[in-house]
């Protein structure tokens, strides 16, 4: 496949829907019926919780801070800067993204309740549930919508090739930081990075009806 036809290739929005919303649903079952899927969440978690190291260990807390403290702090300088120029399409995006995002993730852990990761000497401690990933599905929706707004931006091949690139390793290690660190399940990273693509896709199609012309 050529550069022009990577960059030029546009998947169909409702496959896509729906192959999350599919993919969402076959995770939960699987959680929620005990499945295999259970003992491979906890064989994944225990290999990783041996082989940790600290100076790893410290590099994926760091990681882990791009998906929630840092995140943060990047939602309200965007949305601060848009208020500045009166670009208030884009302050309600940006807080929907985060607030909504968060918000529907804390209404699908209520829902599935299910408990986190327990070690005799944890690497890290979050209190609440684990499925799906806050971290995962707030780096999709917001970091994802962040580089989808940059790749259209940009102009040169090579830099949309990269754009998208850097946004997939920066998800990638949001979502692999919150499984090493043993505070999440791997069906709970996937689950939230369906959850994410499916909350970025509202806001996505939010914007298009407040700026169809765009």
Same mark, same amino acid.
């Given at each position: 496949?050529?550069?022009?036809?990577?960059?030029?290739? &546009?998947?169909?929005?409702?496959? $896509?829907? !729906?192959?999350?919303?599919?993919? @969402?649903?076959? %995770?939960?079952?699987? $959680?929620?019926?005990?499945?295999?899927?259970?003992?491979?969440?906890?064989?994944?978690?225990?290999? #990783?919780?041996?082989?940790?190291?600290? *100076?790893?260990?410290? @590099?994926?807390?760091?990681?882990?801070?791009?998906?929630?403290?840092?995140?943060?702090?990047?939602?309200?300088?965007?949305?601060?800067?848009?208020? %500045?120029? +009166? &670009?208030?399409?884009?302050?309600?995006?940006?807080?929907?993204?985060? =607030?909504?995002?968060? %918000?529907?993730?804390?209404? #699908?852990?209520?829902?599935?309740?299910?408990?986190?990761?327990?070690?005799?000497? *944890?690497?890290?401690?979050?209190?609440?549930?684990?499925? *799906?990933?806050?971290?995962?599905?707030?780096?999709?929706?917001?970091?994802? =919508? =962040?580089?989808?707004?940059?790749?259209?931006?940009?102009?040169?091949?090579?830099?949309?090739?990269?754009?998208?690139?850097?946004?997939?390793?920066?998800?990638?290690?949001?979502?692999? /930081?919150?499984?090493? #660190?043993?505070?999440?399940? @791997? /069906?709970? !990273?996937?689950?939230?990075?369906?959850?994410?693509?499916?909350?970025?896709?509202?806001?996505? @199609?939010?914007? &298009?009806?407040?700026? *169809?012309? +765009?």
């Amino acid at each position: 496949m050529t550069v022009r036809q990577i960059t030029r290739y &546009r998947p169909n929005l409702t496959a $896509v829907i !729906v192959l999350c919303l599919l993919f @969402f649903a076959a %995770l939960a079952y699987a $959680v929620g019926q005990n499945t295999p899927m259970v003992d491979l969440d906890q064989q994944i978690a225990d290999a #990783l919780y041996t082989r940790a190291t600290p *100076p790893v260990t410290q @590099f994926f807390y760091r990681v882990a801070l791009l998906g929630s403290e840092i995140l943060a702090g990047l939602a309200i300088g965007l949305a601060g800067f848009a208020a %500045l120029r +009166r &670009r208030w399409t884009y302050v309600m995006l940006v807080l929907v993204a985060w =607030l909504g995002g968060y %918000l529907m993730n804390t209404i #699908l852990k209520t829902i599935f309740a299910r408990e986190r990761p327990i070690f005799l000497e *944890p690497l890290a401690v979050s209190t609440n549930y684990s499925f *799906p990933s806050g971290h995962a599905m707030a780096a999709v929706a917001c970091y994802g =919508l =962040l580089g989808y707004f940059l790749y259209q931006q940009a102009r040169n091949r090579w830099l949309r090739i990269g754009i998208f690139m850097v946004t997939l390793l920066l998800i990638s290690l949001i979502g692999f /930081s919150r499984i090493y #660190l043993g505070v999440h399940f @791997f /069906s709970d !990273v996937l689950a939230g990075f369906a959850a994410g693509a499916l909350w970025m896709i509202f806001c996505l @199609f939010l914007f &298009r009806r407040l700026h *169809p012309n +765009r």
